[in-house]
């Protein structure tokens, strides 16, 4: 079985600071994990993704992510927050072999304070 | 990465009646994917729709409600069939693109729908 876990519903930065969203999945594959921004009336936009190679995963727009297998954590990084960063991200895991369902978290709105 | 088209992004409808959302993508793809999103919620998987099958359906949605056409590797269609206001909201189609175990999806803008 497989499920994601968003651990903030909202999280509020201040313009220029850092941004954490923290992600929890539970999965009995090797996970490919993803994270995806939604910005308003706007579809999903792919940031990054996991699928068993580097650990650190680089995205785009300065985020990073970090798969913790110990920690079956997948969080998501800026070192400074843009206004334009204000959206609701979602965390995704899917698995196994093939095509496999995507899986999604409940989602983060993220809001940036000017 | 593709580019995918939805049309219509958005529409108000009288409960009772039905729409089709259209998808259209910008290169031929095997797998193509209609989700739902309720106000304020996450995504939930509707249905899996690939070329020259009948689409499949994830528990707790039926074919006579959203039935599916997919007649080509570019087109996809979502139809929302005898609409309550329950059936408010967002429509997404997306595809996987690419080779290998667990590509991403790349979505479509959605059509937001509101059901009177």
């Known amino acids: 079985a497989q499920s994601v876990t968003q651990l903030d519903s909202h999280v509020s930065v201040s313009e220029g600071t850092p941004v954490l969203l923290r992600c929890n999945y539970s999965?009995?594959?090797?996970?490919?994990l993803f994270w995806y921004v939604q910005h308003p009336n706007k579809g999903l936009q792919l940031l990054l993704k996991y699928t068993s190679a580097a650990t650190l995963v680089k995205g785009i727009n300065g985020f990073e992510a970090e798969f913790k297998k110990s920690e079956t954590s997948f969080h998501l990084t800026k070192p400074s927050a843009h206004m334009s960063d204000a959206a609701e991200y979602f965390c995704v895991v899917s698995g196994g072999v093939g095509f496999n369902k995507f899986y999604f978290g409940s989602g983060t709105k993220l809001n940036v304070k000017p | 990465s593709a580019v995918i088209s939805q049309k219509p992004s958005r529409d108000i409808c009288q409960r009772g009646t039905s729409l089709t959302i259209q998808c259209q993508v910008d290169?031929?793809?095997?797998?193509m994917f209609w989700y739902r999103q309720q106000p304020g919620q996450s995504l939930t998987l509707i249905a899996t729709a690939n070329q020259g099958s009948e689409a499949t359906y994830e528990s707790g949605f039926v074919i006579d409600k959203f039935p599916i056409s997919r007649p080509n590797l570019t087109f996809s269609t979502l139809t929302v069939s005898n609409m309550s206001p329950e059936d408010s909201s967002i429509y997404l189609c997306s595809v996987a693109t690419g080779t290998g175990n667990n590509q991403p999806q790349h979505f479509g803008d959605g059509t937001r729908l509101s059901i009177l």
């Open positions: 290169s031929q793809v095997t797998m």
């Open positions: 999965s009995s594959y090797s996970p490919s």
